[in-house]
């Protein structure tokens, strides 16, 4: 029972435009959402971070975006550069400090 | 410096062997998990502990097993039970906000 699902296993993007990642679940308990990306053999590093009280949080070139009815959400990133060519990774959690459910991963190449 | 070790990288084990990966941390974390990475799927949680002496059994628990003994350290031990024990392990610590993750060690049976 995948309760985070992310069902585009890739996406290509051209170096400059926007990347935009997709992510959805199904437990309407889940209140604190994170985005993470993954080089191979590395352990994930944390990009940004949006709590159920929001529908937005921007950090830099990243933006989060929540829609709660519909239970998705969405990470953009403007402009995709190659050096974001990598897995990314949302999970959810019930508050900040429980347990993190992940999805399966967007493999996200940035092309010149 | 503060941040979350595993260790080994690598690892090579025989069938049948148990072996144990070492996940430390300096981050006064209470919580720290264990997840399992394979090709082509997420990250699925083995077990975790919210705080010392406590653990509990994840998603995939069957054929490992933990302790937690002091705040600082969760090791992880794979058991000859795991029927598919090759894989990305992962360990995490968690405050209130991110979760941090180590480098991870890849265990591979031979």
């Known amino acids: 029972d995948q309760q985070v699902k992310q069902n585009s296993p890739s996406l290509s993007v051209q170096e400059g435009r926007i990347s935009i990642l997709n992510c959805d679940y199904t437990?309407?308990?889940?209140?604190?959402f994170l985005w993470y990306k993954k080089y191979p053999a590395e352990g994930p590093t944390f990009l940004i971070s949006?709590?159920?009280?929001?529908d937005k949080n921007e950090d830099g070139r990243f933006t989060v975006f929540l829609n709660k009815s519909a239970k998705h959400l969405s990470l953009h990133i403007v402009p995709s550069q190659p050096g974001d060519s990598a897995v990314y990774f949302c999970?959810?959690?019930?508050?900040?400090?429980?347990?993190?459910?992940f999805g399966t991963g967007t493999r996200l190449q940035v092309t010149l | 410096d503060g941040g979350i070790t595993q260790s080994p990288k690598y690892l090579f084990r025989k069938e049948g062997q148990n072996v144990t990966l070492s996940c430390e941390q300096n981050?006064?974390?209470?919580?720290m998990y264990w997840y399992r990475q394979d090709p082509g799927q997420g990250l699925r949680l083995i077990y975790y502990?919210?705080?010392?002496?406590?653990?509990q059994k994840g998603d995939i628990a069957e054929g490992y097993s933990v302790s937690r003994e002091k705040k600082e350290s969760f090791p992880l031990t794979v058991t000859s039970a795991q029927k598919n024990p090759t894989a990305f392990y992962l360990c995490?610590?968690?405050?209130?906000?991110?979760?941090?993750f180590g480098q991870g060690t890849r265990l591979t049976v031979v």
């Open positions: 995490a610590s968690r405050s209130n906000t991110e979760a941090f």
């Open positions: 437990n309407s308990m889940f209140d604190y």
């Open positions: 949006i709590s159920s009280i929001k």
């Open positions: 999970a959810a959690s019930f508050g900040t400090a429980s347990k993190l459910t």
């Open positions: 981050l006064n974390h209470d919580a």
């Open positions: 502990s919210q705080i010392v002496n406590d653990f």
